[in-house]
């Protein structure tokens, strides 16, 4: 289900936007971050129930330093950025109505013809409620929003063809790229009913709808616009012990989404259970399916593909949560209609609290997932378009470490670690040549040798579509492997009731390379051998009544 997510913090100091061009013999050493010039927030809550929000932050011109042969020159990767957000929420009758309001802003120093696809500025708000009624069982909720983008015409044209929107898609004939735009604006909203209580019957039905200029990724989180969603769920809730059970949840779902047009995209149905033994332990799963849908962006921008449907599911059992250890193991499948993917997890882990200031927890996964659609590169033959596409077997294997420690009320000690490698492979690599077709194997066209082979000095396949004896195209090798550490250490002092200093240590380790063979000893070698990105914060708060 889609959720309206105006400010997204993560975008205040994020990796930079743009990545310089180079040339042969050049490296680019990049900033792993955007600094933060300053930063501001206010927040609180009045007796008469206003919920006051404020953040002002900006952000620094970030340069890429650039080394050809001893030569150094800088190149911008992002320019000055003003950041705000302000929020209000007015409760009433005791919190039985809420009504709030957002507004945010992005205001970029653009000096540089190489960041000018970025807009210049961004205004998004919105409005948002929820009312309750026969003492909080039923209830009403609701928002809306509203962006304006303001930009050059080449950032205004890039938005238009980015992958939340696709307007320049063929079979999409009421879109259309304007190219002499400078603006772009949209709106959208949500609406929700439901019944939540003690009782044993609980259900929701929503309608979301998302207008195609809808954008708001420059301070929040929108991964589509150009939609309609509606879904509803019911549940039945056994809150007494019964048979071996303590309680039981049963839930069932169904969702289907539009797009402005009013074609039906796809339509998906689930059934969840959750549920507690006598002795505590706890197990919990669902089944879900998704039919034959239809993906607008599978092509990167080219004509809608047809899918095959599929069906997963996931199953959890953990033991009781009281206990000093605490031992968990899941699983997760997806088979897709006429093979088309196949996707096996499997996960567990601990948590241990040898005393109660100490908790410890580890959390291994692993993934095999096999995907006969992956899409590799967009090329042109003869003035038409292709779409090159490869099966991938992909592994990936993860584990999550943490460490909280509580000295005493007032200070806190946290550490948070994951490693992460993943490895894939390609193969059996093909064009889209029918993509709504009726059969799934008409809707491409498989290589054979003869029309396909791997220039291994330069690592690169070359393709000779036509049968010609030349090279019509041809595409990177695409094998990967990706190795990435993340951790973080905080520590956490109270020095007054409500006031805090936080002192932050944040380490990265990335590397890659295309070998595509998964091997956890060899990446994990690599990965440690990699030089380390190191982050120390330091971050103040004073809280006072107004």
């Known amino acids: 289900m889609y959720s309206d997510n105006l400010f997204y913090s993560r975008r205040i100091g994020r990796y930079p936007h743009n990545y310089p061009s180079l040339s042969e013999g050049e490296y680019a050493d990049m900033p792993e971050s955007t600094t933060i010039l300053g930063a501001a927030k206010l927040s609180g809550k009045t007796r008469k129930g206003l919920s006051i929000g404020i953040l002002e ?11 050809n042969s001893g030569v150094r020159r800088k190149e911008p990767v992002e320019p000055l950025t003003n950041f705000f957000v302000g929020r209000l929420q007015q409760d009433f009758n005791k919190g039985e109505t809420v009504i709030g309001g957002i ?30 009624w026969k003492k909080r069982t039923w209830y009403v909720s609701g928002n809306t929003e509203f962006s304006s983008i303001r930009g050059t015409e080449n950032s205004i044209t890039g938005l238009q063809t980015s992958s939340a929107r696709y307007f320049q898609r063929p079979d999409a004939g009421y879109l259309s ?8 604006a949209g709106i959208g909203g949500t609406i929700k009913v439901g019944r939540l209580s003690e009782k044993k019957l609980q259900f ?6 998302r207008s195609p200029g809808l954008e708001f990724n420059d301070i929040g989180y929108m991964r589509y616009s150009d939609v309609i969603h509606h879904g509803s769920w019911a549940a039945y809730y056994i809150r007494n012990p019964f048979a071996i059970f303590n309680n039981f949840y049963l839930n069932t779902n169904y969702w289907l989404y539009l797009d402005y047009s009013g074609k039906l995209l796809s339509f998906n149905t689930n059934l969840n259970f959750n549920s507690q033994f006598k002795n505590r332990w706890s197990i919990n799963g669902s089944f879900n399916r998704q039919s034959e849908n239809i993906s607008r962006s599978l092509l990167r921008g080219g004509p809608s593909f047809l899918n095959p449907g599929d069906i997963s599911f996931n199953l959890n059992l953990r033991t009781d949560r009281s206990k000093k250890i605490v031992l968990y193991t899941g699983t997760y499948h997806d088979f897709g209609d006429l093979n088309s993917i196949r996707i096996h997890a499997f996960w567990g882990g601990f948590d241990l609290k040898p005393m109660n200031s100490l908790s410890i927890s580890a959390e ?15 090329k042109s033959f003869n003035s038409e378009p292709r779409y090159v596409f490869g099966e991938l077997d992909q592994k990936t294997l993860s584990m999550t470490m943490r460490i909280n420690f509580t000295i005493n009320p007032e200070l806190t000690i946290e550490y948070y670690g994951q490693p992460f490698v993943s490895a894939g492979k390609y193969s059996n690599f093909k064009i889209i040549t029918d993509p709504d077709a009726e059969s799934y194997r008409d809707r491409y066209h498989l290589f054979n040798d003869q029309e396909i082979r791997l220039d291994e000095a330069n690592d690169i396949y070359i393709v000779d579509e036509d049968g010609e004896g030349t090279n019509d195209y041809s595409f990177g090798r695409p094998d990967f492997n990706f190795r990435q550490f993340r951790s973080n250490l905080v520590v956490r002092w109270e020095y007054l009731p409500g006031s805090t200093l936080y002192l932050v240590w944040s380490q990265g380790r990335t590397s890659s390379d295309n070998i595509g063979k998964f091997s956890y000893g060899y990446d994990m070698k690599e990965l440690f051998s990699t030089t380390p990105q190191n982050i120390f914060l330091v971050k103040l708060s004073y809280w006072f009544s107004l």
Do not use: C, W
């Open 57 to 67: 932050s900006l952000t620094a011109e970030e340069n890429a330093t650039i080394d």
């Open 177 to 184: 790229v304007d190219s002499a735009r400078t603006s772009l």
């Open 364 to 378: 291994p996964e692993y993934t095999s997932q096999n995907i006969k659609l992956q899409y590799l590169t967009g």
């Open 103 to 132: 507004i945010t802003s992005v205001n970029r120093d653009i000096t540089t013809p190489a960041l000018n696809y970025l807009p210049n500025s961004a205004v998004t708000g919105g409005f948002d409620f929820k009312h309750y």
């Open 204 to 209: 929701e039905t929503s309608l979301t709808m």
